[in-house]
């Protein structure tokens, strides 16, 4: 009798030691699973932000600002050449005439593509539909000004001040009103650019949930080895490899994006202070295209922001799976099976 009740004993012994490691292995795959789904969630909504805002940035943002500049350099343009037809005669500028109507020609074509790229949403709207209507009252004034009343001083300065006063009236005149569409725009473009701070906030939670997962992985692998007497489980190392690399990854690619942005927001506040300073039309025309066609190549889309973003889902699958399917066997074969 003395034998069965020590081997009773034993067995007794060891039940609580593999309970404990049971719970322990089913602790550590809980917690992977929700840091997992947690994390990923974070990073990849965090990621998609920023996606969003450097496309938003590609179409509209950096179009619309650049079109506003453009739009008022070219009516400024238009009368500067128009003025100058007048002081010198019509009739020996035939180029500067045709320059006029070529630069108040290409202000009406950027009106109407500003409409359809501005950022402002109704109230732009609404200002561009009203600076429609003036743009052609005005040019019901210069053009009589500039080309009409070529032998009748008194009425060609009487249209070019009625024109001038048109374009340039404060509150009420063309350019007035593109800047204070052109301010809200900025103000707009200003926010897409910036990484704010639900953006940061949901970085640091997902880079602290991966943290969390890749230590929770080693802790699970030091279990499986000390306790269980497993060697090394190759879904967890995968995990962690899978780990690491989100980590890092997406966030390089964030930065990256991101250090595009910033230079984008720069350059077009560079593109806007040019088209405000006036001190040279014609080279602040040229400056402004030159850059605005240099900084759509450099806003283009890259192909590795998408397969970064599907990159980032599978790999939120395989933290999930890969844990699962390690754990859940070890457990399986070890310890649920046998009760």
Known sequence: MTR??????????RRPSG????????????????????SMTALVVSYREVQNAAGE?????????????A??????QAHDEARKSVRAGIDKVV??????????????????????????????RGVLETVTGVLTSYSSSITPGAVKYVDDDLMQRQKMQEAYRLLSRPGTGVVPRLDVL????????????????????????????????ALTTLSALWVLRRRCGRSL?????????????LAVVPLWATTATQERLDTARGRLVEIERRAHAHTDLADDQRYVTVNSADLRGRLAAQSWQSWTYYGALGGGALIVLLPVAGISRRLNADYWRAE
Request: aromatic share 2%.
């Open 4 to 13: 069965p009740t020590r081997g009773m004993s034993s067995l007794r012994s």
């Open 19 to 38: 309970s404990r490691t049971r719970r322990l292995l089913e602790l550590h795959l809980a917690v992977m699973v929700v840091t997992a789904l947690v």
């Open 57 to 69: 940035m590609r179409t509209r943002a950096a179009p619309a600002v650049q079109g506003a500049a």
């Open 71 to 76: 739009t008022q350099l070219a009516l400024l």
């Open 95 to 124: 180029g500067p005439g045709a320059r006029y109507e070529n630069q108040l020609s290409a202000a009406g074509q950027g009106l109407s593509r500003l409409s359809d790229v501005q950022i402002d949403g109704v109230r732009g």
């Open 182 to 213: 052109q301010g809200h725009q900025m103000q707009r473009m200003s926010r897409i650019s910036s990484m704010g701070t639900l953006q940061r906030t949901g970085w640091a939670v997902a880079e602290l949930g991966l943290l969390l997962m």
């Open 233 to 245: 489980d190759p879904w967890l190392l995968l995990s962690l490899l899978a780990t690491v690399a």
